[in-house]
């Protein structure tokens, strides 16, 4: 079955320190996005890709990047994690319907 | 930037109780989508709605896309305890095509009391 997989679930870092979030679908989605969700907040668009080399800021891209080398990835770069950073972020795909499927999140803890 | 007001915030209710929760939007839609967070996982996608006054059931489940194209609402009937979690809605406008961003609401806490 087609999935939208994230790695690491699970990632305790220090501040100041570089981290990449993995998102893998093997939907063949042209679409992939990124979210941070926070209590109180919701769920808050980080970056987008509409298609490889193709990439967009969300409402909250400061401090984050993306890049799309091919269609099934979308690594999401914090390149100096704050604590502000602190966060549960969700990997999405969406094809032509525009129906949004999401990973399973991984949950950041930056000291 | 555009919001999606929803609410209820939370609701304790009784099994077997039936459960109502709505989506409103300043500006019109051409999509409404329901999804149901668990703990610990990611929202997964519960109704999808594409046509002013479509009403679909999933079940248990009813939404509908309100004819006015600024609102949506989810119904749960005879609830159980593992209809427990976060709901959301969200919305895409017009102009937005097919693929274009999702607005989410704030969710809706679900919480069934055996």
């Known amino acids: 079955d087609a999935e939208i997989t994230q790695s690491p679930r699970h990632k305790i870092t220090e501040t100041g320190r570089q981290v990449t979030l993995a998102c893998h679908q093997t939907w063949n989605h042209n679409n992939m996005f990124w979210y941070r969700q926070d209590l109180g907040h919701g769920l808050r668009l980080i970056h987008y890709?509409?298609?490889?080399?193709?990439?967009n800021k969300g409402e909250v891209s400061d401090g984050y990047s993306v890049s799309r080398s091919n269609t099934e990835d979308l690594p999401l770069t914090l390149e100096s994690a704050a604590s502000s950073q602190t966060s549960v972020y969700f990997c999405?795909?969406?094809?032509?319907?525009?129906?949004?499927?999401f990973g399973e999140g991984s949950r950041l803890t930056v000291l | 930037g555009q919001q999606l007001n929803q609410s209820p915030q939370s609701m304790f209710i009784q099994e077997g109780e039936d459960v109502s929760m709505n989506c409103t939007s300043s500006s019109i839609f051409n999509t409404w989508l329901w999804y149901k967070q668990d703990p610990g996982e990611g929202p997964v996608l519960l109704i999808a709605?594409?046509?002013?006054?479509e009403l679909t059931s999933n079940g248990r489940l009813t939404a509908q896309f309100g004819i006015t194209r600024k609102d949506s609402f989810l119904n749960i009937s005879a609830s159980i305890p593992s209809d427990v979690g976060i709901y959301f809605c969200a919305g895409r406008s017009v102009g937005s095509g097919n693929t274009g961003k999702l607005i989410f609401g704030q969710g809706t806490t679900l919480q069934v009391k055996p």
């Open positions: 890709s509409y298609g490889v080399q193709d990439t």
């Open positions: 709605l594409y046509k002013a006054g």
């Open positions: 999405a795909s969406s094809g032509s319907t525009g129906e949004l499927f």
